[in-house]
């Protein structure tokens, strides 16, 4: 009984660091949208691509909620915020992509990212094993996020 005690409180303890990390980032990347002066720059591409890493936060904060709860989806939310995280960072980092995210912070999201692949892929957290069809659909749902604020 105290091992699985001991897992729940992990458990909870990265899903609240994970929730911690989404709404701060997300702050952060809220205060640095740039607000157009003119009705037809609203319907650019260059004002929707700053909503891009906040996207990525939403992800993550969907992910952590569902880890805290023990949801049995939790292992989906963390494949797709991981595929999301390690897409926006290639294209960055091949100066492909319009969302730009600083390198620290996206060194910070990467490692988040590799964390949540670790949980989804593992199992760690005993939460239901990830399907073979649910990552598939993560990656194509993950891409197509990614692809869509950096490219449409």
Do not use: D, W
């Not at 929730?19 to 319907?43: C, N, R």
């Not at 999201?109 to 989804?120: D, N, R």
Request: aromatic residues 18%; charged residues 5%.
């Amino acid at each position: 009984m105290q091992y699985k005690t001991n897992s729940v409180n992990r458990r909870k303890l990265v899903a609240v660091g994970f929730g911690i990390l989404a709404i701060s980032l997300g702050i952060i990347f809220y205060l640095k949208v740039a607000t157009p002066h003119h009705l037809g720059e609203y319907f650019t591409k260059a004002y929707y691509g700053q909503f891009g890493a906040i996207a990525i936060c939403v992800e993550l904060l969907a992910a952590a909620y569902y880890l805290f709860v023990g949801h049995k989806k939790t292992n989906f939310a963390m494949a797709l915020f991981g595929f999301t995280v390690v897409l926006n960072s290639i294209l960055n980092v091949f100066g492909l992509g319009t969302v730009s995210i600083a390198i620290l912070i996206m060194s910070v999201l990467l490692v988040s990212a590799g964390v949540a692949f670790y949980i989804a892929f593992t199992n760690a957290f005993y939460l239901g094993k990830i399907s073979i069809l649910s990552v598939i659909f993560s990656f194509v749902l993950g891409n197509l996020i990614a692809f869509y604020f950096n490219y449409f």
